[in-house]
């Protein structure tokens, strides 16, 4: 099968029958059962905007996604930036937050869903554990708290941004902590840590580059590397690393013609494989947001900066692929993205369309072996 062919085979795993517009997938494999799950905001039918108000769960055999059921999550006003973690057992935990329209401090949640015996539990709040051994509840003013106490003091107005805990991957490491980032609208990303699998966080460094929303981190051989989106469109995704466990940080370098969305890395047996939208010239009279997110393309880039000399393997689509996120399953590398086929069809540049109608998920197999 030519690469260039492999989206012909993506499965729709939002459902369509009563949702066609879906935002943000998150994806976890657990490899006991053999099931992914998928977290994801779903719109209402018809409404083409971004989707608030509601969290869903989708599940599914991981390697054929036949029979696949759907869960509720949340349904209140205003739940945003869903993201998901496994905890083994057939149990997975969302993350999300409230409140994302209103002023105020944007609390995060989180509940638990078990797949033997198909339950969700009461959403509980998301501690923030503090310096000085204190819990408080993981908000916004604490986000920038921390940063302010750390230097980073011109976010003043910004506070009333909401914590963007859905743009990152999270994963455990081998020290056995659940490791991942937030940040906010043009602040810089603070790197966290929990031992108690999300239910309390403490934040142990700062990536000191303002990010739009985005950064995704992971560790390979004691160091840091990550990757984090800036504005404008066009040449907006960074690549930095380490040494250091984020006590500094290299300069960023920036990931040619890449473009505005959300960067992924995922560690990929001993490589560190990046994932990033790619610019395309022929991108017609769209809308700024929708400009070339019909690309993407895979970099081994722990040896050097993702560029076209280490990239794996590129992909195309025609009806657009947003907010990207990456799984390896065994060796085996599976994606879900959001399609974008009407604001890439509209022809008369309204920033404001910017649709996002479905998830597709697919396998890509072993890039590894692209790489010879």
Known sequence: MKQSEILNYSVQINDGLTQTSADGA????????????????PGKQGNYGESR?????????????????????????????????????GKVRIIYELDSRAE????????????????????????????????VPLCTSEQFKYLEEHGFNNHTFLKTEQISFGSHTIFRGKDGFVYGAITSYLAEPILYR?????????FFAICPYSAQYEMDYKFLNGKIYGVFRTPPEKDSIFYTT?????????????IKDS?????????YGEHILVCANHYNNDTGNRPEIQQARTSLRFYF??????????????LYSKCGMVNVCVQDVLGDVYIAYSTSELALEYQNCNPKVRGKDAIRYVKLGDLTELNQ
């Open 26 to 41: 998150g994806l976890v494999f657990d490899s006991k059962y053999g099931i992914m799950f998928c977290a994801y905001m």
């Open 53 to 89: 108000g509601r969290i869903s769960l989708s599940y599914f055999p991981a390697s054929q996604p036949t029979n696949i059921k759907f869960v509720e999550v949340d349904t209140r006003k205003d739940v945003y930036c869903q993201n998901i973690f496994g905890l083994g057992d």
């Open 104 to 135: 105020g401090d944007h609390q995060t949640v989180y509940k638990d869903f078990d797949f033997l015996t198909e339950t969700l539990s009461d959403a509980k709040t998301m501690m923030l554990k503090k310096d000085d051994g204190s819990l």
């Open 194 to 202: 929990s031992k108690d699998n999300l239910a309390t966080l403490e």
């Open 242 to 254: 380490s040494d250091d466990l984020g006590k500094t940080w290299s300069e960023p370098q920036l």
């Open 259 to 267: 473009v505005s969305c959300r960067p992924r890395l995922i560690n």
């Open 301 to 314: 880039a722990e040896n050097k900066a993702p560029c076209e000399e280490n990239m794996v393997l590129e």
